[in-house]
């Protein structure tokens, strides 16, 4: 089931990040796929948010996981825009975290598509008309 969604300011961002949040259950994967400013750090604050997670989501540079509990379910947000090769995942134990009982976040999930797992919902966000308008897909 694919849904669209027009989201018109941050404020649209955050209430779609926090229904999302709703709906997860441990093992859920989300993949974030969308160009550079198109708001998948932000909307990853929003889910965390709806969580109930506590701790500050930031974008990492060289971190490829960072891992927040404390919220409903643990949350593991991944940015996978530098990783270059499978081996890099392998080593931060990147498969495992599908089985940790968690919700995996992974922004640039595009870059790693084959690695992800059966169930993965797609989460597609793209610039809009105007400056604060990003058009999302959500395929469950
Ligand atoms: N409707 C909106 N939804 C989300 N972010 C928005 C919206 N309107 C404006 N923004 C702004 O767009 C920017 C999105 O930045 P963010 O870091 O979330 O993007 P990103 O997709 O994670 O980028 P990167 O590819 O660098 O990781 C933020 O500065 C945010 O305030
Ligand atoms: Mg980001």
């Known amino acids: 089931m694919t849904e669209t969604f027009r989201l018109k300011n941050e404020e649209d961002t955050m209430a779609l990040g926090r229904s999302i949040a709703e709906k997860l259950r441990a093992g859920d994967v989300l ?37 927040h509990e404390g919220g409903r379910l643990p949350l593991y947000h991944f ?26 976040v992974i922004e640039w999930a595009d870059l790693i598509e084959d690695m992800l797992p059966e169930g993965t919902v797609f989460i597609d966000l793209a610039r809009g008309e105007e400056e604060n308008e990003r058009i999302c897909t959500v395929t469950w």
């Open 31 to 67: 993949a974030l796929r969308g160009d550079l400013g198109t708001g998948k750090t932000f909307l990853t604050r929003a889910i965390a948010q709806g969580l109930g997670v506590p701790s500050r989501i930031s974008s990492p540079t060289f971190t490829i996981v960072q891992e």
């Open 79 to 104: 940015d996978v825009y530098r990783v270059s090769d499978e081996d890099e995942l392998f080593e931060i134990g990147f498969y495992e975290y599908f089985k940790k009982g968690g919700v995996c």
